[in-house]
């Protein structure tokens, strides 16, 4: 696969490195064999410098702002496709025809019921339980329901528990929602689509039914889409990672959505809010305010939803999202004070030269939480709508992991800093 090498000079000698080409984008130099013949290790804290896989699934352009599932432009992908559709590209590579289409949406609504066993687990958590530590939970609790301790990597139990994943995830959150409210649950209607069957079970009850409205329809499955993959961010880091000790998928999974939580990660969606919410009530925390704080060294505020470790420039979900997010209001003839305060905020930042030398845009999460609210989503739920998004792509990238020869267990080495070797002392003697 190398068609070049790369040549490192050491103080002991020097090593010839294979050279991998990527389809498009940056090349990588093989450094597997660097410390059995050097010694040497690499320094790459958060592995912002390191591929850990040849992968086929997503490719981000991050200084032109562009990103490819499949080879598809995002901005094509998310307002041609259904998200099932996307989940299926993510996973098996092509777009379905019609009737791949057909066969791959009955086979998941065919199973979007959970098992029964599961009210009582919902029903053991507090009230005040965080919807994200529900959902992680039951999805590790729903594995308990199948086969997949037995023979997690063979390819048709593989595929069975993607669909069962992704059948049952909206199920899952709306639950977590019902229980953290107070109110029944709600089971699914085979006869509706996905993203109907998640709002329908998440804001309707027994004695209301709430009619499903298609602009809100058509937003969800956009933020669906513009969540579903991001190639090897953290939390599918943390499924890669999980699953290369061959654990299986739903435990992965589980782990990927700690991972996700996160405020540097998908709980930016929450803290962003947190934040446009503070300047609209408090007259102490104003733009310019928030500004000069994530500009000094000495305080670790962070403008949220600013910068990524991949894109230097406008992460391109943020532009689409931003946009739908005003077209939602306005169909719903509604305000929101806190999407004139984003486009504010974003202006004072893109014009600090603080931002600009560091290349500071605007990340996913800074208009969805916008959109969200519009939706009639509460703060607490923000993360795990990212995680219903993000299941496909965990499930892709899990599943290319198991199929691919040189996945290995992951184990980073360390350069040690610590005491060496010394004599243990007695009690009486410390
Ligand atoms: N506000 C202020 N300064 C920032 C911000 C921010 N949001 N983001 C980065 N910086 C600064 C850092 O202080 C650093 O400055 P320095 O060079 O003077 O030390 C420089 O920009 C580079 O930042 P790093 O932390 O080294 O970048 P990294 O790639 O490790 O982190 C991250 C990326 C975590 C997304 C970071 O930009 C951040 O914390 N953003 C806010 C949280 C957020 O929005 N997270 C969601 C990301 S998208 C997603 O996960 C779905």
């Not at 098996?92 to 791959?104: A, D, F, I, M, R």
């Not at 687990?121 to 939970?137: Q, T, Y």
């Not at 689509?193 to 709430?210: A, K």
């Not at 992460?315 to 689409?320: G, M």
Request: hydrophobic share 40%; charged share 25%.
């Amino acid at each position: 696969m190398s068609d070049s090498t790369a040549r490192l000079d050491l103080d002991n000698g020097s090593v010839e490195l294979d050279v991998y080409q990527s389809t498009v984008g940056q090349p990588g130099i093989d450094i597997r064999k660097l410390r059995a013949t050097t010694g040497h290790v690499t320094f790459d804290p958060g592995f912002g410098n390191t591929a850990s896989a040849h992968s086929a699934i997503t490719y981000i352009d991050g200084a032109a702002g562009i990103l490819l599932h499949r080879g598809y432009r995002i901005e094509e992908v998310a307002s041609k496709s259904s998200f099932l559709e996307v989940a299926y590209l993510l996973l098996y590579g092509t777009l379905p025809n019609v009737g791949e289409l057909l066969t791959w949406e009955s086979e998941i609504n065919a199973q979007t019921l959970l098992n029964e066993e599961m009210r009582s687990f919902f029903d053991a958590f507090p009230r005040r339980a965080h919807p994200m530590a529900v959902l992680s939970s039951a999805t590790n609790a729903i594995s308990t329901f199948y086969d997949v301790y037995r023979r997690p990597m063979r390819e048709d139990e593989i595929d069975a528990g993607a669909r069962t994943l992704i059948a049952k995830m909206p199920t899952i959150a709306a639950w977590a929602y019902k229980k953290s409210i107070g109110e029944p649950y709600v089971y699914p209607d085979p006869d509706l689509g996905y993203v109907e069957n998640f709002l329908r079970m998440t804001f309707s009850n027994p004695i209301s039914d709430e009619p499903i409205d298609p602009v809100k329809v058509k937003a969800m499955n956009m933020l669906l889409i513009l969540h579903a993959d991001h190639e090897m961010n953290c939390s599918t880091a943390t499924v890669r990672g999980v699953g290369s000790s061959r654990a299986n998928m739903f435990t992965s999974v589980a782990a990927g959505m700690g991972a996700l939580w996160g405020p540097l990660h998908g709980g930016a969606n929450q803290a962003v809010i947190d934040q446009l919410q503070s300047i609209h009530d408090d007259p102490d925390a104003t733009i310019p305010g928030m500004i000069a704080r994530a500009k000094d060294r000495n305080d670790d505020f962070r403008l949220m939803g600013f910068g990524h470790r991949v894109y230097s420039n406008y992460d391109p979900r943020a532009r689409v999202i931003e946009k739908f997010a005003q077209e939602v209001l306005d169909s719903m003839d509604q305000a929101d004070p806190l999407l004139d305060i984003a486009r504010e905020l974003e202006a004072a930042a893109l014009a600090d030269p603080y931002f600009a030398e560091r290349n500071l845009y605007p990340n996913v999460d800074y208009y969805s939480g916008i959109l969200f609210r519009a939706l009639g989503f509460p703060l607490r739920m923000f993360t795990v709508l990212f995680t219903l998004g993000r299941l496909p792509g965990w499930i892709a990238h899990w599943m290319e992991m198991n199929l691919d020869s040189e996945t290995k267990i992951m184990r980073p080495r360390q350069i040690y800093i610590g005491e060496a070797e010394r004599p243990y002392p007695a009690i009486e003697d410390r």
